[in-house]
T-cell receptor, first 111, second 117 residues
Framework: GQNIDQPTEMTATEGAIVQINCTYQTSGFNGLFWYQQHAGEAPTFLSYNVLDGLEEKGRFSSFLSRSKGYSYLLLKELQMKDSASYLCAAPANQAGTALIFGKGTTLSVSS | DAGVTQSPTHLIKTRGQQVTLRCSPKSGHDTVSWYQQALGQGPQFIFQYYEEEERQRGNFPDRFSGHQFPNYSSELNVNALLLGDSALYLC????????????????FGPGTRLTVT
């Protein structure tokens, strides 16, 4: 079956580092996405990993292990504006580009 | 450069009614996907259109139908509304790859919040 799991909620303080984990099971594999969604807004693209390893983009990094069906999003130097839901997503199958999403991890950053 | 736009922003309907939601893709994008996002959940794929045809469909009943126009804009229609259809409906557009198929890269619009009473 197809399934994406991630923690429901996480809390952290300003300036800290937080790691949001995601495990997935999909039909075939064509990469893994991370999106950020602020309350009441559209998801915005953060990263797309196809190969194993860590990809860094400013304060955000994303890691993928295809053999373990595992990814994480690493957020450094947390800011209050990072409070949002973080969605892990993967293509549903190799026949098209429809994405299946996890339920999202709500991150609350406090001062 | 305008991003993905959706209308209306909010909508309140009664059970049994029909609703039409609209989406205009980002400039240069010709593929439109629709997602339903219930409160506290991740988006769920409804269907995808390009070249004015439905190319992929998620696990949604036939009450959900769509259309894509020659200018790549799209409509989502839902018939016989149920209370459970209350959700945020997101439209996402994608560019076409050099090889011809749609890209995995999806840009989301702000969504339409549908409330069914």
């Amino acid at each position: 079956g197809q399934n994406i799991d991630q923690p429901t909620e996480m809390t952290a303080t300003e300036g800290a580092i937080v790691q949001i984990n995601c495990t997935y099971q999909t039909s075939g594999f064509n990469g893994l996405f991370w999106y950020q969604q602020h309350a009441g807004e559209a998801p915005t693209f953060l990263s797309y990993n196809v190969l194993d390893g860590l990809e860094e983009k400013g304060r955000f990094s994303s890691f993928l292990s295809r053999s373990k069906g595992y990814s994480y999003l690493l957020l450094k130097e947390l800011q209050m504006k990072d409070s949002a839901s973080y969605l892990c997503a993967a293509p549903a199958n190799q026949a098209g580009t429809a994405l299946i999403f996890g339920k999202g991890t709500t991150l609350s950053v406090s001062s | 450069d305008a991003g993905v736009t959706q209308s209306p922003t909010h909508l309140i309907k009664t059970r049994g009614q029909q609703v039409t939601l609209r989406c205009s893709p980002k400039s240069g994008h010709d593929t439109v996907s629709w997602y339903q996002q219930a409160l506290g959940q991740g988006p769920q794929f409804i269907f995808q259109y390009y070249e004015e045809e439905e190319r992929q469909r998620g696990n949604f009943p036939d009450r959900f139908s769509g259309h894509q126009f020659p200018n790549y804009s799209s409509e989502l229609n839902v018939n016989a509304l149920l209370l459970g259809d209350s959700a945020l409906y997101l439209c996402a557009s994608s560019p076409r790859l050099a090889g011809g198929g749609p890209s995995y890269e999806q840009y989301f619009g702000p969504g339409t919040r549908l409330t069914v009473t």
